[in-house]
């Protein structure tokens, strides 16, 4: 794991978490690094410094804050384990990281909310790996928060064409 500052301690310690077990459970070893600035290099230069140090199978997550870049690198036997596309999703029902970094204004607090978004995306990550080999993890923050948002989200919109429909039913009544 890397860090240059961001991540908070506490966090530090709930990702080595998950990840241990997770790698003591199906094998896979689940990294990341959290960087302030690419140094001058590729997004692609600086994965590739970090995965060379990575034994097979491995699944890198990598965010460098100054360039407001996000990926993941994995080796070729961890592919079918996780939807790469899913994580990185800018749609809010679907994605887990860039959601949480796109909705919110860059400003002083900006450490927090790329904590969020790394344990969420390093989490869902290992909750998908570990679906996918049958197995679930302890240590797991699940899905709870994406289930609660999306059920406010039906209800608000269930709530808004309700209204919607009731506002057009109630001029149609009024014309006959």
Avoid: C, W
Avoid at 10 to 25: A, F, H, N, W
């Amino acid at each position: 794991m890397q860090n240059d500052d961001i991540l908070q301690p506490e966090l530090i310690s709930q990702l080595e978490s998950i990840g241990s077990e997770l790698y003591q459970k199906t094998g896979v070893n689940l990294s990341v690094a959290v960087l302030k600035n690419l140094q001058n290099k590729s997004l692609n230069e600086k994965g590739s410094e970090f995965t060379a140090n990575l034994k097979n199978p491995y699944i890198f997550l990598i965010f460098t804050n100054d360039e407001h870049k996000i990926q993941i690198y994995n080796s070729q036997d961890t592919q079918n384990l996780f939807d790469k596309e899913q994580i990185l999703s800018p749609m809010p029902n679907r994605g887990s990281i860039i959601p949480i970094l796109v909705n919110h204004k860059r400003d002083a607090n900006m450490t927090g909310i790329i904590n969020a978004a790394i344990l969420n995306g390093y989490a869902d990550i290992a909750d998908q790996v570990a679906k996918s080999q049958g197995i679930e993890l302890e240590t797991s923050i699940g899905d709870t928060n994406r289930i609660f948002i999306n059920t406010l989200r039906y209800i608000f919109y269930g709530t808004l064409a309700f209204a919607i429909f009731m506002y057009f039913y109630s001029r149609k009544k009024k014309k006959q």
